[in-house]
């Protein structure tokens, strides 16, 4: 996938995340939450056991909620868990680039009467539930005393947490109120000695030290983590540990109730912690409002993503929703729009945003949030490359694969400018207009997206023909034709894939332009995923110029898709295996010794095959032998030699291209064929339809989780497929 894995307001300030204004209501805490169909469609129950997440693949065993692009998350404890009992795990912090817990549970409530701590469980087992955009805890006190606790978003900075106890006796009941938590932290210096507690008038903060360590924990000195109370409060801080105290009791009279409200901020630099500051004391004067923007919002996604969606399906479309919303990052660092990480449940996914990923997570995205969707795009083409680069003006118009919060000038490890991804964008912008009507969007995004394909020809097609290689920049770490070659892989966004292996003869080239300037490398192969990826951006574009009223533009652009199709269709389909395969640089004979992949079925997904070529790869898709395996699609063909069911690139089932696979069968009129195949992967993927998170990949045979959790693109992919839209 994603290659290059580590190398080592009042109401109109409530919506940013997108959500319109409606009246004020009550607060939710005012009655009962009532059933939903789509509660703990995630299982984000779970405490932290140490600050640094993860296990040996550097994944996050605890499924956690974030919203409005916050950059800290938190999960809910687990039913009999009592020393978590009071607060939310965490919360979960990005350390710019990498994820940490920074409590166990920071902000634990306990509540007192007549000097005795009340036992939250005393009158039975709490409910722990996870809803859509929100954690909502309730306790039965016993003795005519309930309590619920639920933490929403506010902003992209600050979570609003609200504590409502009420009443329900017949007598009048008096209670105090404090808050306890601990730091946990990291067991090596220099991050051990980073944070560091201190007690505020309104709560209580956690402030950052400067570490620059590249591969592990990235703070300036600047951030800081607050807790702000509405009541007045007095702290106290010891050592790793606070408490801070409600300074006046509070008296219910039967059948009333009180909320105790406090934020949750992050902030990285003190600008922002300023912005907050003003933006939280209008979140705690006027909460209800604050649940109800929220409440809106939510509402308006989850109908987005069940549209036409069966019933039986409609709460995994939500947990693509949740899973997308988690890994929301608003702009913070070289950042610059809100964009969607692939994962915050894995170390090195947190804290990036990369290219293709983006073009497959705005679609799915535009379901539900277009102005997201937006954002996304935006968040890439930031950085595309300008001619008056100082480091790479020959790049002119490319995409980098990737972007972090830190660029390399700032000591960030994971920017990589060393290759781009596959072209998808023209598609994306096209998807996202077309659920917006956003003509100035595309006004904005032509010329960049025509830059790129451009890129892609002048740097990327060797011997001028008109068909694309993937390669390789010239950059510091592209230094032999090794590093090269693997950059070239990257590029293909299919990492590790049989057709880049240097064992079957995958190699680079220079390529040149005439005044001998070095462009960059290609692979010695023309890749027929990127060529049919470029043909259908090229209709996209065609597309996007006519909408613009460019309609001389519109008729160049049909040309070039047409004959770029018409080349890939020409050269790169075998009719003797009935498969398209990459070719061979300059001979133009496919490649067929290093068996069938997936990437052999995106000319049906982009129209290019011929109807005879559909067919026949029509058939290879059904045959269980092949492509229909227990999980269908896998990125190798179950017959190849290379085949290998949990090895990444050479054989786990990806969703984007079972999508792209599905989507081509029926594009081609094969929609019973389609449905027959998407059912079984539904049914045989691992905890797709559970409440477990959607992976990374899959094990076609036996459909277990591979790789990393709560994966973007497969959420985002996940909701077209799980629609019954006419093709």
Do not use: C
């Not at 129950?45 to 919203?67: I, K, M, S, W, Y």
């Not at 009158?123 to 006190?141: A, K």
Request: a neutral charge; charged letters at 20%.
């Amino acid at each position: 996938m994603i290659g290059n894995r580590p190398l080592r307001a009042l109401t109109a300030l409530f919506l940013a995340g997108g959500a319109l204004a409606v009246p004020q209501a009550a607060s939710a805490h005012e009655h009962p939450a009532p059933a939903s169909p789509y509660a703990d469609v995630l299982d984000l129950h779970g405490t932290p056991a140490a600050a640094l997440p993860g296990d040996d693949e550097d994944n996050n065993p605890v499924t956690v909620f974030a919203d409005q692009g916050a950059w800290h998350a938190y999960a809910l404890p687990k039913a009999g868990d009592k020393d978590a009992y009071g607060g939310f795990s965490g919360p979960l912090y990005i350390a710019q680039e990498y994820p940490w817990w920074l409590s166990k549970s920071f902000s634990r409530i306990r509540l007192t009467e007549n000097g005795r701590t009340l036992d939250l469980a005393g009158g039975g087992t709490p409910r722990f539930t996870s809803l859509p955009g929100r954690l909502l805890q309730s306790y039965d006190l016993g003795h005519g005393l309930r309590l619920t606790i639920e933490l929403r978003f506010a902003t992209g900075r600050s979570a609003l947490v609200r504590a409502q106890v009420r009443n329900t006796g017949s007598a009048p009941r008096t209670l105090g109120a404090d808050w306890t938590g601990s730091l946990l932290r990291p067991a090596d210096r220099p991050m051990r000695d980073a944070p560091s507690l201190s007690a505020t008038p309104s709560g209580v903060g956690v402030d950052f030290a400067e570490v620059r360590e590249t591969w592990d924990y990235l703070t300036d000195g600047t951030e800081r983590f607050e807790v702000t109370h509405k009541d007045r409060v007095r702290t106290t801080v010891d050592g790793d540990t606070y408490r801070t105290e409600a300074t006046e009791p509070v008296t219910l009279a039967p059948g009333r109730s009180h909320s105790f409200d406090w934020t949750e901020s992050y902030t990285f630099t003190a600008a922002e912690r300023t912005r907050e500051k003003a933006t939280g004391r209008d979140i705690l004067d006027h909460p209800a409002s604050v649940v109800s923007a929220s409440d809106a919002r939510w509402h308006g996604y989850v109908a987005g993503v069940t549209r036409n969606v069966p019933a039986s399906r409609r709460r995994a479309a939500v947990k693509a929703l949740e899973t997308l919303v988690t890994n929301w990052r608003s702009a913070a660092g070289e950042i610059k729009h809100d964009g969607i990480t692939p994962s915050i449940s894995y170390k090195w996914f947190t804290g990036g945003i990369w290219a293709w990923d983006t073009w497959k997570q705005a679609v799915g995205t535009a379901r539900f949030a277009p102005d997201l969707a937006e954002s996304q795009i935006r968040s890439m083409f930031d950085w595309q490359i300008t001619s008056d680069s100082a480091t790479r003006p020959q790049d002119a118009g490319m995409i980098p694969d990737v972007i972090f919060y830190n660029a390399p000038s700032r000591g960030g490890g994971n920017w990589n400018e060393r290759n781009s991804k596959p072209p998808l964008a023209a598609w994306a912008v096209w998807e996202v207009y077309a659920k917006t009507g956003d003509k100035a969007f595309l006004r904005e995004m032509y010329p960049k997206l025509a830059a790129y394909q451009a890129w892609w020809y002048r740097n990327r097609d060797h011997d001028h023909n008109g068909l694309a290689e993937y390669g390789a920049t010239v950059d510091p770490a592209n230094n032999s034709p090794e590093e090269r070659r693997l950059a070239a892989a990257w590029e293909s966004g299919m990492d590790n894939a049989p057709r880049f292996d240097a064992a079957l003869g995958a190699n680079v080239v220079a390529n040149h332009a005439a005044d001998g300037t070095l462009l960059g490398y290609s692979l010695n192969q023309e890749s027929v995923d990127l060529n049919s990826y470029l043909a259908a951006d090229q209709g996209h574009l065609a597309r996007i110029a006519d909408a613009l009223g460019r309609g001389a533009d519109a008729e160049r652009w049909k040309q070039r898709s047409a004959a770029t199709s018409s080349a890939v269709r020409t050269t790169m389909y075998d009719p003797t295996d009935g498969w398209f395969h990459d070719t061979a640089l300059g001979s133009g004979v496919p490649l067929t010794a290093r068996g069938r992949g997936i990437e052999g079925a995106v000319p049906l997904w982009t129209g290019t095959a011929s109807r005879t070529q559909a067919r026949a790869v029509r058939d290879k898709l059904m045959d269980p032998g092949e492509f229909a395996t227990t999980v269908p699609f896998p990125t190798v063909s179950k017959s190849s030699p290379y085949f290998s069911p949990t090895a990444y690139w050479r054989g786990p089932v990806w969703l984007d291209q079972a999508y792209f696979a599905r989507d081509g069968l029926r594009r081609y009129g094969y929609v019973k064929e389609a449905n027959a195949l998407t059912d079984r992967l539904l049914a045989q993927a691992s905890s797709l339809t559970g409440n477990g998170p959607i992976m990374e990949n899959y094990d076609p045979t036996t459909g277990a989780p591979l790789n990393s959790p709560n994966f973007s693109w497969s959420a985002a992919l996940l909701l077209p497929m799980l629609t019954r839209d006419k093709p």
